[in-house]
């Protein structure tokens, strides 16, 4: 029985199926529709030349042309056969088949055994080798010796085999052409069988490379850091979807640009060291840790460079604030301290300098340095009760509060500050619906007096005070936008440290409080200087309960940063 050929689409399954053998025969059958045009072509090419030389008749090259003609018109219908996907084995069979027909009537037309176009049927053999099993080729190759020995007896027939013709010279041709074809059959046979198996061995290595590239691609697309690779001129070869999310641009952007103008200037000092540089993307500073090392071709040769590197910008802001909050700390210690030493003594000083003011007679400059002795021992009281406020574990008493009533109640209160100059006008867009946050009602009071007051000290000499209640991802968001001095450049998040007033009369304490109470919520806060000047303080707050919110409404809890008072006695 002979063994059946597989479909032309068989897929390639795996190492070591039979895909791998049906697709090699497919690449043979098209490489064979190929090849047998320009076989055609020259054999019509090869006639040609010896009717011209034997100065031939048109007449006599008719049957030839006419043959010649089929089987170029045949050669088209198969070549549209195999692109239409139908199965292989039986066009393998018509192809042959119908070759071995023309090949004979050629022959036959041109002048039989003594033809110089017998050898054609070797090369069906030989093509058949790749295409067919193994009893099949030797099948072919008595096909053909017997097509052969047909052609040749047609010739003798039809008187085209020239003068001199005999039976004994065209059995003798039949014989040695038919022992060739044998012949052929084996050789062919024999390297078949190598080519198939070297093909089979270069499908399974294609396959395994194209397993290791797969894994290679999904390790590289899996990496959480950003990967750059560079030729040696600098220009961009390869990158990751980390390094396209991290540069916030998408690789069509990147790839062949030079690595300047993606990461800006890379060092060569930095070349196998790790370090940092800064890139601007949109407007925004970003903070990247970069490791450059080469690429190396065969273990020696240098090919370029591959760069590893990270977005360190939100880890260099944690740092920052980490660093803050110990400065915090220590200076909550330090006021404590302070606050033990100076503050009986200061309140005797006072008392002391208080009495001798009422009960002396005094002249106006002595009364006025008493008053001023009085007034200053008092600030000095003040803030001596600031940092005691500071640096004291305040208790938190969170329930569910209406952020927009709340607004309206202190925004009330600070209409009528002192602080508040006659030029300064305040503006608020607060909604009409409620909005519950879940927190300390008195803190958050805290928080948008101080903002406030913070920007009345910005606006000395008038201006407008804007707050504006908005949604956002986490909750609600609150902003305290001034038309006054802004922020100095870099300062942003200095503006939250301790001490850090940018006003002659402040204490700096402040904005560290309101930091600590909008932590304490579970919340953010931030500056920023926005586009028309001023400055824009951004407080954002969850709308849900965070780990303290487990607790019923109004428990106690202690609170995750000291703060201190700075709340109107009105409230």
């Known amino acids: 029985m002979l063994l059946e050929l597989e479909e032309h689409s068989t897929p390639v399954t795996g190492v070591g199926s039979a895909a791998p053998v049906a697709a090699i025969r497919a690449e043979w059958l098209a490489w064979l529709c190929r090849a047998r045009f320009w076989g055609i072509t020259l054999v019509l090419a090869v006639e040609l030349l010896v009717a011209f030389r034997d100065h031939a008749e048109w007449s006599s090259l008719a049957p030839f042309l ?81 097509a052969y020995w047909a052609a040749a007896e047609a010739a003798l027939a039809m008187g085209s085999t020239g003068a001199g013709a005999n039976d004994r010279a065209m059995a003798l041709s039949v014989l040695l052409n038919g022992l060739a074809f044998v012949a052929a059959a084996y050789l062919a046979e024999l390297l078949a069988g190598k080519l198939m198996a070297t093909g089979r061995e270069l499908r399974e290595h294609q396959h395994v490379l194209a397993s290791l590239r797969a894994l290679n691609d999904n390790i590289i697309r899996s990496m959480g850091g950003g990967l750059l690779t560079t030729d040696l001129s600098g220009c961009v070869h390869l990158v990751n979807p980390a390094a396209e999310r991290i540069l916030e641009q998408p690789a069509e952007a990147v790839l062949g640009q030079p690595v300047e103008r993606v990461l800006g200037a890379v060092p060569e000092t930095m070349l196998g060291r790790r370090g940092e540089i800064r890139i601007n993307r949109h407007g925004r500073e970003k903070i990247i840790g970069l490791t450059v090392v080469p690429l190396k071709v065969n273990g020696a040769t240098d090919a370029g460079r591959v760069i590893h590197f990270q977005d360190l910008t939100e880890l260099r802001r944690l740092e920052r604030e980490l660093r803050r909050r110990d400065r915090m700390a220590a200076v909550g210690r330090m006021a404590a301290g302070i606050a033990h030493e100076i503050r009986n003594p200061l309140a005797s000083m006072a008392g002391s300098v208080r009495l001798l003011a009422r009960s002396a007679a005094q002249d106006p400059d002595q009364q006025r340095l008493a008053a001023v002795v009085e007034r200053e021992s008092e600030r000095l009281n003040r803030i001596v009760g600031e940092f005691l406020g500071y640096s004291r574990d305040y208790q938190y008493h969170m329930a569910e509060v209406d952020l927009r009533a709340l607004l309206e109640e202190v925004l009330t209160l600070a209409q009528q500050s002192p602080r508040r100059e006659a030029g300064i006008r305040i503006t608020a867009s607060l909604g009409t619906e409620p909005v519950i946050v879940w927190g300390d009602g008195d803190r958050l009071k805290q928080v948008v007096w101080n903002l406030c007051d913070n920007a009345f000290k910005a606006m000395p000499e008038g201006g407008t005070l804007r707050i504006t209640v908005s949604p956002s991802s986490m909750g609600v968001r609150l902003e305290f936008q001034d038309t006054g001095r802004g922020l100095r450049p870099g300062s942003e998040e200095e503006v939250f440290e301790p001490f850090r007033s940018g006003f002659s009369e402040g204490t700096g304490l402040g904005l560290a409080l309101v930091y600590a109470i909008v932590e304490a919520h579970q919340g953010k806060i931030w500056a920023e200087p926005p586009a028309g000047g001023g400055a824009r303080f951004v407080v954002q707050l969850p709308l849900e309960r965070g780990a303290q919110g487990d607790s019923p409404a109004g428990r106690t809890i202690a609170a995750e940063a000291a703060v201190g008072q700075f709340i109107p006695s009105s409230y």
């Open 66 to 146: 006419y043959l010649i003609a089929a089987w170029y018109g045949i050669a088209l219908i198969d070549r549209a056969w195999l692109r239409s996907g139908a199965r292989v084995a039986p066009q393998v069979y018509a192809q042959l088949g119908l070759d071995i027909l023309l090949v004979t009537a050629v022959i036959a037309v041109t002048g039989g055994y003594s033809s110089l176009l017998t050898e054609i049927y070797a090369l069906l053999v030989v093509a058949s080798a790749t295409l067919l099993p193994r009893r099949v080729i030797y099948a072919m190759a008595g096909v053909c010796a017997l």
